[in-house]
């Protein structure tokens, strides 16, 4: 499997903001400050959405006054929006570059109290203040002004990569950080749940059973997810851990995504699953739009796939729901062989690849 295109960009930008970044592995990758930030020009090339938002929020912090990160990419319209909200928030100049076709932020004069509201509620760019917040000695008091907020999961998994307790931190419609200093751990990376059943789905086509550990707060939501795809899941739960075991027959149900019901990642097995027909529908989707000529088309609210699969297809660099759906076609027997380039699906959903691999559903 090539090295994630994502890791790679994002570790040349993190150089960009003078940190010193080398690589463990083909996915793990140490960093720790070296130089002076001397900003430049980020060009990510492929969909790299959770690098980004990160990169941008890093600069908030770490340029100095009139130096700045200019970020090459095509971002959807909110969040966009609110990565120039928070950006500025956290003291810098943020604004987006014409045609919506990426973002330049420019350090300012820094600050140690950071007071403001955020109208933004898609987690993730929380995590990313956060993350900067602390890397950089600040400390919050944010008033959130959302109808709703949505990746809660990913929100509470990644900052447990930090030591906290995103309670601690997220407290209703508050954003608070109070000891401003980053408290590192060494917890292996964590493993969506829509990572791992996605990376599972080939035992639909194959038949047999698969093993996972769960959060069981995730439990419910997996086992609607798994009859969508037509498997079945049986749980059994201690505490805050569920040992969940995959098989098929699962009874079929609609394909669905609604913002709230589902933390955005889950949209990637549901894409997954319109290989078997039918579509998804997604009124609040806006992760990813389709482009015109790819494999995947936005009508109505809905997700429909525009068939027409090439012989020996491969993931495109630029869409990560083109790749699961290419991924569900080898998982429902409607290829004979995983498409190339699946490292590009495992930059959204980490984990993937390895453990489908580990299953054996992929070689």
Excluded at 153 to 168: C, K
Excluded at 280 to 295: K, N
Aim: glycine fraction near 10%.
């Amino acid at each position: 499997m090539a090295r994630s295109r994502c890791i790679r960009d994002f570790v040349a930008g993190l150089r960009l903001l003078g940190y010193q970044a080398d690589y463990v592995s083909s996915d793990r990758v140490t960093v720790r400050e070296a130089d002076a930030p001397r900003g430049g020009r980020f060009a990510p090339r492929g969909s790299c959405t959770h690098q980004v938002i990160l990169l941008a929020l890093l600069a908030a912090t770490r340029l100095p006054p009139t130096r700045r990160l200019t970020i090459m990419a095509e971002l959807e319209p909110r969040l966009l929006r609110g990565l120039v909200e928070a950006a500025s928030v956290l003291g810098a100049r943020a604004w987006p570059l014409e045609g919506l076709r990426g973002l330049v932020v420019e350090g300012g004069a820094p600050r140690r109290l950071v007071i403001g509201r955020l109208y933004t509620g898609w987690l993730p760019v929380l995590a990313g203040v956060v993350y900067a917040a602390m890397l950089h000695g600040q400390k919050l008091l944010l008033n959130l002004v959302a109808p709703e907020f949505v990746g809660w999961r990913w929100f509470r998994q990644s900052l447990a990569l930090l030591g906290i307790r995103a309670e601690e931190v997220l407290r209703g419609t508050r954003l608070v950080l109070e000891d401003a200093y980053p408290r590192l751990t060494t917890a292996q990376p964590w493993r969506s749940g829509a990572a791992a059943v996605l990376a599972l789905l080939p035992i639909a086509r194959q038949g047999g059973k698969a093993e996972l550990v769960i959060d069981s707060d995730e439990a419910d939501k997996l086992a609607q997810l798994a009859r969508q795809l037509g498997l079945s899941m049986k749980a059994r739960c201690v505490g805050d851990v569920c040992e969940a075991l995959l098989s098929t027959g699962g009874a079929e149900e609609a394909l669905s995504h609604g913002e709230g019901q589902w933390d955005p990642d889950y949209l990637y097995p549901l894409v997954a699953g319109t290989a078997r027909g039918g579509s998804i529908r997604a009124p609040y989707y806006y992760v990813e739009q389709p482009s015109a000529d790819s494999l995947l088309h936005f009508r109505d609210s809905h997700i429909v796939p525009a068939g027409g699969v090439a012989a020996t297809p491969a993931c495109s660099g630029n869409s990560p729901l083109t790749c699961a759906y290419l991924y569900g076609l080898y998982a429902y027997g409607i290829l004979d062989s995983p498409p190339r380039g699946l490292e590009v699906l495992d930059d959204r959903l980490p984990g993937f690849v390895s453990l489908a691999q580990e299953a054996g559903c992929l070689l």
